[in-house]
């Protein structure tokens, strides 16, 4: 708990004004003041007044210490509202505080990064760092504070303004604070948290207690060992009587250090009043009474005849007059203070001499001489100073002579401003009698107003009718264009309900002649019938082929068939070719899957797909990533398709264009024209043989020829170990239908063969295509474990269809639609895509090879194996979903022990070649020998 010596200090005015809680007390005081009656009594009725309010005082863990020692510790903390200072024991029992912290011009903050229950306070001389238990301890404590600091403000306000008070009506009213409700507009007030503030706290542990030792504040040891020494303290947890007798206690210690503190208390009698301040300061339990104790401080105070002046009131003495005398002792009070202050300094300077005075008497010469020069030094140093000083008030005359004349020019703007506010009121006065002047003239102006408004009435009400027969017929027309709309609407809906209506009418066609040439197809394989159902069927057969484009109007199938698609391939073959009636059937069933697909939707659900994930990308901004696999799985949109692509073989070909930089190619069509490449006429013997079912192909002058031409003649000098390989024609007239530019198509073509495709797969031995051949059959009979017996059943070799699947991804092989979504897969994923759609080409025709059983039969059914293949949604499911799992893993693996298998084969192949070679090379040497003996003989 606080002490009484804590109180010292305090302006014996400004007790006067505390000691009263309210109004009640402050009425009892004045009477007490009136009747004249002895400070005992008068000290014995302060203790019947109950107390202000509850004491501020809790635990709380204070930030203390420097390097290692650094740390909290829990101190006891209670709250002064007299000095408004906050002082902090080692614990509730301690007597002596360790520390205080002045209130009145701190400031509090807490930060929510912080600790819970971590706020600072910051006072001119030093920043505490305090912690409570929890976060509404903490703001208790920081409303409390504010809130007390608040009060204490008020209070001298209201003691200094001692004129103000004086022409109050009510001077008896005590000063008005701040309440709570009003002090914390801006946070909710925080309930008292019981058992952690006031009183009741010191009776329970204290929170986050550490131990003793560590808790003992060395800087202020020896307040920690008057602590521990002192046998006075009071305790907390005593019971309810001890408590109540501990606040007359507090009360009449209250009252001694106002008497101990008061500036008219003679400087003899200090140490009476210090020991009956001590004296006060037993506890309880060594004093009779509260009665006792009251009656003991008055005998104290009769000693003091000035303490009692200090206290008398005369009669008839208004408030206002003794304010003005608390004012005056307060200024008296200050001025000996500094008096006091001026003689101590003196003295001490006069006590120095006399030391220095005494050395000099006492010393011998030398030291005597030093001192002499210490002293010289001195006198230099002050004559220095007294320069400085000199210096600094010089410049401070200078500078109060120009803030002077800036205070002269101020003046002098303030009368312009003046003149210039004096010239404008004559002129609103002249206009002001000019307004007068004028209103005597009103009656006219009057005439001409009335006269104007009736004028203006009738335009109005001739507007407002306008108006109306407007509004009228805006409804009119408004409901005019609604019934439009309505009948737009209907016949919009209408239109696509026939619209889809006919694309289903024109599949089921479709539908049905495929179905029905399909009849005539089978009619025709029949063997065993007449001449004349022979012809009749072949007749049926030559008017199914004729292209009938006359009539545009009608569903004629020419019309649907003998259209290239956007990327100028045919859609079905020349009538001239044996499989002209299969490829007729396969153009009617692809239009009527397209007819369906497009009335489905699915199309345009891809497509929507595609602008949501490239909606705020550039396609240079692209990233892998399973959603973007699932797009390119399920097919590119065409405009989309080119860039896309592109994406995709820079992500390939990346290091090689950094390596050779960006003008390789143009370098490598400088090398062409300057340079012969052994290539060249085997391309040139290629060129006619690319992509013959695409328009962009079929001359050898067109452009894309040309174009061609280049890309490979470039491609044999950017890679001289393959030079030129059969197929890669086709790979090149695929690049450039898509890419559309000479150099995208040549990097597109570097990206298959010499990055995406494995080594060798397009050298001269073409050892990696044979390796993906045998690594294919093993997974086939993996997949499909009858298809394969079937084949070995019948000695069918598959390396005879497929070895051009892979040589050329499909190319020549697939439709191109389907083609073309293979690629898109191929030059994102890799060439296990290759190895997907050739395992579900023979899934998806497995049932009607396994119905074959000739060899002849099975040989001419896989060769037309992939253009039965019209639905390549299906078979893109297939390939993606049903042949899954397929690892990129077990491809690399199986690569490699076929590999490994293939070298010993093609090891041992050169062995016997090298072998045969020698053989043939002695069996010549034999020969010429003994035609050599033959010939002499």
């Given at each position: 708990?606080?002490?009484?010596?804590?109180?010292?200090?305090?302006?014996?005015?400004?007790?006067?004004?505390?000691?009263?809680?309210?109004?009640?007390?402050?009425?009892?005081?004045?009477?007490?003041?009136?009747?004249?009656?002895?400070?005992?009594?008068?000290?014995?009725?302060?203790?019947?007044?109950p107390?202000?309010?509850?004491?501020?005082?809790?635990?709380?863990?204070?930030?203390?210490g420097?390097?290692?020692?650094?740390?909290?510790?829990?101190?006891?903390?209670?709250?002064?509202?007299?000095?408004c200072?906050?002082?902090?024991?080692?614990?509730?029992?301690?007597?002596?505080?360790?520390?205080?912290m002045?209130?009145?011009?701190?400031?509090?903050?807490?930060?929510?990064?912080?600790?819970?229950?971590?706020?600072?306070?910051k006072?001119?001389?030093?920043?505490?760092?305090?912690?409570?238990?929890?976060?509404?301890?903490?703001?208790?404590?920081?409303?409390?504070?504010?809130?007390?600091?608040?009060?204490?403000?008020?209070?001298?306000?209201?003691?200094?303004?001692?004129?103000?008070?004086?022409?109050?009506?009510?001077?008896?009213t005590?000063?008005?604070?701040?309440?709570?409700?009003e002090?914390?507009?801006?946070?909710?007030?925080?309930k008292?948290?019981?058992?952690?503030?006031?009183?009741?706290?010191?009776?329970?542990?204290?929170?986050?207690?550490?131990?003793?030792?560590?808790?003992i504040?060395?800087?202020?040891?020896?307040?920690?060992?008057?602590?521990?020494?002192?046998?006075?303290?009071?305790?907390?947890?005593?019971?309810?009587?001890?408590?109540?007798?501990?606040?007359?206690?507090?009360?009449?210690?209250?009252?001694?250090?106002?008497?101990?503190?008061?500036?008219?208390?003679?400087?003899?009698?200090?140490?009476?009043?210090?020991?009956?301040?001590?004296?006060?300061q037993?506890?309880?339990?060594?004093?009779?009474?509260?009665?006792?104790?009251l009656?003991?401080?008055?005998?104290?105070?009769?000693?003091?005849?000035?303490?009692?002046?200090?206290?008398?009131?005369?009669?008839?003495?208004?408030?206002?007059?003794?304010?003005?005398?608390?004012?005056?002792?307060?200024r008296?009070?200050?001025?000996?203070?500094?008096?006091?202050?001026l003689?101590?300094?003196?003295?001490?300077a006069?006590?120095?001499?006399?030391?220095?005075?005494?050395?000099?008497?006492?010393?011998?010469?030398?030291?005597?001489?030093e001192l002499?020069?210490?002293?010289?030094r001195?006198i230099?140093e002050?004559?220095?100073?007294?320069?400085?000083?000199?210096?600094?008030?010089?410049?401070?005359?200078?500078?109060?002579?120009?803030?002077?004349?800036?205070?002269?020019?101020?003046?002098?703007?303030?009368?312009?401003?003046?003149?210039?506010?004096?010239?404008?009121?004559?002129?609103?006065?002249?206009?002001?009698?000019?307004?007068?002047?004028?209103?005597t003239?009103?009656p006219?102006?009057?005439?001409?107003?009335?006269?104007?408004?009736d004028?203006?009435?009738?335009?109005?009400?001739?507007?407002?009718?306008v108006?109306?027969?407007?509004?009228?017929?805006?409804?009119?027309?408004?409901?005019?264009?609604?019934?439009?709309?309505?009948?737009?609407?209907?016949?919009?809906?209408?239109e696509?309900?026939?619209?889809?209506?006919?694309?289903?009418?024109?599949?089921?066609?479709?539908?049905?002649?495929?179905?029905?040439?399909?009849?005539?197809?089978?009619?025709?394989?029949?063997?065993?019938?007449?001449?004349?159902?022979?012809?009749?069927?072949?007749?049926?057969?030559?008017?199914?082929l004729?292209?009938?484009i006359?009539?545009?109007?009608?569903?004629?199938?020419?019309?649907?068939?003998?259209?290239?698609?956007?990327?100028?391939f045919?859609?079905?073959?020349?009538?001239?070719?044996?499989?002209?009636?299969?490829?007729?059937?396969?153009?009617?069933?692809?239009?009527?899957?397209d007819?369906?697909?497009?009335?489905?939707?699915?199309?345009?659900?891809i497509?929507?797909?595609?602008?949501?994930?490239?909606?705020?990308k550039?396609?240079?901004?692209?990233?892998?990533?399973p959603?973007?696999?699932?797009?390119?799985?399920?097919?590119?949109?065409?405009?989309?398709?080119?860039?896309?692509w592109?994406?995709?073989?820079?992500?390939?070909?990346?290091?090689?264009?950094?390596?050779?930089?960006?003008?390789?190619?143009?370098?490598l069509?400088?090398?062409?024209?300057?340079?012969?490449?052994?290539?060249?006429?085997?391309?040139?013997?290629?060129?006619?043989?690319?992509?013959?079912?695409?328009?962009?192909?079929?001359?050898?002058?067109?452009?894309?020829?040309?174009?061609?031409?280049?890309?490979?003649?470039?491609?044999?000098?950017?890679?001289?170990?393959?030079?030129?390989?059969?197929?890669?024609?086709?790979?090149?007239?695929?690049?450039?239908?898509?890419?559309?530019?000479?150099?995208?198509?040549?990097?597109?073509?570097?990206?298959?063969?010499?990055?995406?495709?494995?080594?060798?797969?397009?050298?001269?031995?073409?050892?990696?295509?044979?390796?993906?051949?045998?690594?294919?059959?093993?997974?086939?009979?993996?997949?499909?474990?009858?298809?394969?017996?079937?084949?070995?059943?019948?000695?069918?070799?598959?390396?005879?269809?497929?070895?051009?699947?892979?040589?050329?991804?499909?190319?020549?092989?697939?439709?191109?639609?389907?083609?073309?979504?293979?690629?898109?897969?191929?030059?994102?994923?890799?060439?296990?895509?290759?190895?997907?759609?050739?395992?579900?080409?023979?899934?998806y025709?497995?049932?009607?090879?396994?119905?074959?059983?000739?060899?002849?039969?099975?040989?001419?059914?896989?060769?037309?194996?992939?253009?039965?293949?019209?639905?390549?949604?299906?078979?893109?499911?297939?390939?993606?979903?049903?042949?899954?799992?397929?690892?990129m893993?077990?491809?690399?693996?199986r690569?490699?022990?076929?590999?490994?298998k293939?070298?010993?084969?093609?090891?041992?192949?050169?062995?016997?070649?090298?072998?045969?070679?020698?053989?043939?090379?002695?069996?010549?040497?034999?020969?010429?020998?003994?035609?050599?003996?033959?010939?002499?003989?």
């Open positions: 708990m606080m002490t009484n010596e804590l109180e010292v200090g305090k302006s014996s005015q400004m007790e006067m004004f505390t000691l009263p809680a309210n109004a009640a007390a402050q009425k009892k005081s004045d009477d007490v003041h009136e009747e004249k009656e002895d400070l005992a009594s008068y000290l014995e009725s302060l203790s019947e007044v107390l202000q309010s509850t004491r501020l005082c809790g635990y709380l863990n204070k930030l203390g420097k390097g290692p020692l650094k740390g909290c510790k829990t101190r006891w903390f209670v709250f002064d509202p007299r000095k200072h906050l002082y902090y024991f080692r614990n509730s029992h301690d007597n002596s505080p360790l520390g205080s002045d209130l009145s011009n701190a400031a509090f903050n807490y930060c929510l990064e912080a600790e819970e229950g971590t706020f600072e306070i006072t001119p001389e030093k920043d505490y760092t305090l912690k409570a238990k929890n976060k509404e301890v903490m703001m208790y404590w920081l409303q409390q504070l504010q809130q007390k600091r608040w009060e204490h403000d008020d209070k001298l306000n209201h003691l200094f303004e001692g004129d103000v008070t004086a022409s109050d009506p009510q001077p008896d005590p000063p008005i604070f701040k309440t709570e409700e002090t914390n507009e801006f946070l909710d007030p925080v008292t948290p019981t058992g952690l503030v006031g009183e009741e706290a010191a009776s329970l542990p204290a929170p986050l207690q550490q131990s003793t030792l560590s808790n504040s060395l800087k202020h040891l020896g307040t920690e060992i008057q602590n521990f020494g002192s046998k006075t303290v009071f305790q907390f947890h005593g019971n309810k009587p001890l408590r109540e007798n501990r606040t007359s206690y507090e009360e009449m210690n209250q009252a001694a250090s106002e008497m101990s503190g008061s500036p008219s208390l003679p400087k003899g009698e200090d140490t009476s009043v210090k020991e009956c301040h001590l004296d006060v037993k506890p309880p339990s060594q004093k009779s009474s509260t009665g006792s104790n009656r003991n401080l008055a005998n104290f105070l009769n000693t003091v005849p000035m303490c009692q002046e200090r206290f008398a009131v005369k009669d008839g003495t208004s408030p206002a007059e003794l304010n003005k005398d608390v004012l005056r002792l307060t008296e009070l200050n001025a000996q203070r500094e008096l006091v202050k003689l101590h300094r003196a003295l001490e006069a006590q120095q001499e006399k030391r220095a005075c005494g050395s000099f008497i006492t010393a011998d010469d030398s030291t005597r001489l002499v020069r210490h002293k010289v001195q230099r002050l004559e220095n100073r007294v320069c400085s000083l000199e210096k600094e008030r010089h410049e401070m005359e200078q500078n109060l002579k120009l803030q002077q004349t800036h205070v002269d020019e101020l003046k002098q703007h303030a009368q312009l401003l003046m003149v210039k506010n004096h010239a404008k009121q004559e002129v609103i006065l002249k206009l002001t009698e000019q307004m007068v002047a004028k209103e003239e009103k006219e102006f009057d005439e001409v107003i009335a006269t104007t408004l004028e203006l009435r009738t335009k109005i009400s001739h507007m407002q009718d108006q109306e027969a407007y509004n009228t017929q805006n409804k009119f027309l408004n409901s005019e264009i609604y019934q439009i709309t309505k009948l737009w609407q209907n016949t919009r809906d209408h696509k309900a026939l619209s889809m209506k006919c694309a289903y009418l024109e599949a089921r066609y479709c539908q049905i002649e495929s179905k029905y040439l399909v009849m005539l197809h089978k009619l025709q394989n029949i063997s065993g019938q007449d001449e004349t159902c022979q012809e009749i069927v072949k007749q049926f057969i030559a008017e199914q004729k292209w009938e006359k009539d545009e109007s009608n569903l004629a199938v020419g019309r649907i068939c003998s259209e290239h698609d956007e990327y100028g045919k859609l079905v073959s020349s009538p001239m070719q044996d499989q002209n009636i299969l490829a007729k059937i396969q153009a009617l069933e692809r239009k009527s899957n007819l369906i697909l497009g009335q489905e939707g699915q199309e345009k659900n497509q929507l797909r595609w602008e949501n994930h490239l909606s705020g550039t396609f240079g901004e692209l990233m892998p990533s959603e973007l696999k699932n797009l390119i799985r399920n097919g590119i949109p065409k405009e989309h398709r080119r860039h896309v592109r994406w995709c073989i820079n992500r390939r070909v990346r290091h090689i264009r950094e390596r050779y930089g960006s003008n390789r190619y143009q370098e069509l400088k090398l062409c024209k300057n340079k012969q490449q052994a290539a060249s006429k085997q391309i040139e013997l290629d060129l006619p043989r690319t992509l013959t079912n695409n328009t962009h192909f079929s001359s050898p002058s067109s452009k894309m020829v040309q174009m061609l031409r280049r890309m490979l003649l470039a491609y044999s000098w950017q890679n001289p170990d393959i030079g030129y390989c059969q197929g890669l024609n086709r790979l090149a007239g695929i690049a450039l239908l898509v890419l559309q530019e000479e150099e995208d198509a040549f990097w597109c073509l570097v990206a298959i063969a010499d990055c995406i495709m494995p080594e060798d797969y397009y050298s001269k031995t073409l050892t990696g295509s044979q390796v993906d051949q045998r690594v294919f059959k093993d997974i086939l009979s993996e997949k499909m474990p009858r298809l394969v017996s079937h084949f070995d059943q019948y000695n069918v070799d598959l390396s005879y269809v497929t070895f051009n699947w892979f040589l050329v991804v499909f190319v020549d092989s697939l439709l191109s639609d389907i083609l073309l979504r293979v690629w898109d897969a191929f030059l994102y994923e890799g060439t296990k895509v290759i190895f997907r759609y050739a395992l579900a080409i023979f899934r025709n497995e049932e009607e090879i396994l119905k074959l059983h000739d060899t002849l039969a099975i040989y001419d059914h896989l060769q037309c194996l992939t253009k039965n293949i019209s639905e390549g949604k299906n078979l893109m499911n297939i390939a993606f979903v049903e042949m899954n799992p397929f690892p893993r077990l491809l690399q693996n690569r490699t022990v076929h590999l490994e293939l070298k010993t084969e093609l090891r041992e192949l050169e062995k016997i070649r090298v072998e045969y070679v020698k053989e043939r090379d002695e069996h010549k040497e034999l020969i010429a020998v003994l035609s050599e003996d033959e010939e002499e003989t």
